[in-house]
């Protein structure tokens, strides 16, 4: 996991509001009214008195510099997550690239036991030596078994010869995309 937060980090773009404009407004029961508003990011400050200022002479609020300020922070809180979604993605993949090596590795060594060449060789006999796909004729050493699933693998250690099918070399790499 990263070790921030969008939160975190968007406190860290969070406007100082380093210059305050006062402003006229009208409230939506039509009173006129003076807020002091950051001419950065466009936030309402606070309201104050209007004695204190021609308010027929001071600019309209500027509701467009607060959507800008928003389309900033959504951009940032955006960029941030899409950050964040690919190190977990990353992190992810990695795990996964772990497992399967494992997993891998020792079915590689299952590959290798009597156990599958018995299964293997099931298969063969009950496909009629025919690949399951282009139905060519294989030979014994010409075959491949390939595994339509994983499943009594992956649960029990070993194959079931239902799981596996006769294919010649040819179809057997295109299937993997060899």
Known sequence: MPD????????THKCQHPLIKPTQATKS???VCVYLQCANCGAKIKETRKGDYSVAALPLFDLQLQEKEHERITAIRENLQEQWNNERDSEWKSE?????KGWRDKYNIYLRTPHWQQVRRRALVRDGFICQNCFCKVTESSAHGHHISYEA??????????????????CHDSFHGK
């Open 4 to 11: 921030w937060t969008i939160w975190e980090v968007l406190s």
């Open 153 to 170: 693998y992956n649960r029990l250690g070993f194959s079931f010869a239902f799981e596996v099918v006769s294919l010649c070399r040819s």
């Open 96 to 100: 996964q690239a772990q497992k399967d």
């Open 29 to 31: 029961n039509g009173v």
